[in-house]
């Protein structure tokens, strides 16, 4: 709600650009929707007004004690690339394009590669929490995700752990 550009353009345009300084952005704007677009768009915290100048003072000193390094918002496991802002997905150069849960779940694998991660672990970052594990439905997604990232390259970067759950390969499957 800037003049010009809005405070997610903003932010995405400091990115693009190296700028790496501490971002948090204070709106008006409260929906879920735009907390992870500001987020995802590469602030480091989101708050929505009406705020207490005790908790957005301490946001501001939280985010100054962080090391200062870089922190692209395009994350890189191997030759697989993903921007969480655009939603896009990349191999080798050439474009996947995926569906909601399995691009949720390849973000949740791209933080963390080389983890095992459970079952529970990826429900919890890829479903809402109302959602109740009754079902095979990670195994789904995960088989889907396959589907599209890795048999048609010939690779395997998403790996099974017997009894555990899954995790990504830190070479990305080469």
Same mark, same amino acid.
């Given at each position: 709600?800037?003049?010009?550009?809005?405070?997610?353009?903003?932010?995405?345009?400091?990115?693009?650009?190296?700028?790496?300084?501490?971002?948090?952005?204070?709106?008006?704007?409260?929906?879920?929707?735009?907390?992870?677009?500001?987020?995802? #768009?590469?602030?480091?915290?989101?708050?929505? @007004? $009406? =705020?207490? /100048?005790? +908790?957005?003072?301490? *946001?501001?000193?939280? %985010?100054?004690?962080?090391?200062?390094?870089?922190?692209?918002?395009?994350?890189?496991?191997?030759?697989?690339?993903?921007?969480?802002?655009?939603?896009?997905?990349?191999?080798? #150069?050439?474009?996947?394009?995926?569906?909601? @849960? $399995? =691009?949720? /779940?390849? +973000?949740?694998?791209? *933080?963390?590669?080389? %983890?095992?991660?459970?079952?529970?672990?990826?429900?919890?970052?890829?479903?809402?929490?109302?959602?109740?594990?009754?079902?095979?439905?990670?195994?789904?997604?995960?088989?889907?995700?396959?589907?599209?990232?890795?048999?048609?390259?010939?690779?395997?970067?998403? +790996?099974?752990?017997?009894?555990?759950?899954?995790?990504?390969?830190?070479?990305?499957?080469?």
């Amino acid at each position: 709600m800037l003049p010009g550009i809005d405070g997610f353009e903003a932010v995405r345009r400091l990115r693009a650009n190296g700028q790496w300084v501490p971002v948090l952005m204070l709106t008006a704007l409260g929906s879920v929707e735009d907390r992870v677009a500001g987020l995802d #768009g590469g602030a480091d915290d989101y708050l929505t @007004k $009406p =705020f207490e /100048l005790q +908790e957005l003072t301490a *946001r501001m000193r939280a %985010l100054v004690r962080r090391d200062p390094i870089e922190r692209p918002t395009v994350l890189q496991v191997g030759p697989l690339r993903l921007d969480p802002a655009s939603r896009q997905v990349w191999r080798n #150069g050439e474009e996947i394009e995926l569906a909601e @849960k $399995p =691009f949720a /779940l390849l +973000e949740t694998f791209m *933080r963390r590669p080389g %983890l095992t991660l459970s079952r529970f672990a990826l429900l919890e970052s890829a479903w809402d929490h109302a959602y109740e594990n009754r079902s095979n439905v990670v195994d789904q997604h995960v088989h889907a995700l396959r589907d599209r990232i890795d048999r048609p390259y010939g690779v395997t970067s998403i +790996e099974t752990v017997r009894g555990r759950g899954y995790r990504l390969r830190e070479d990305g499957g080469r």
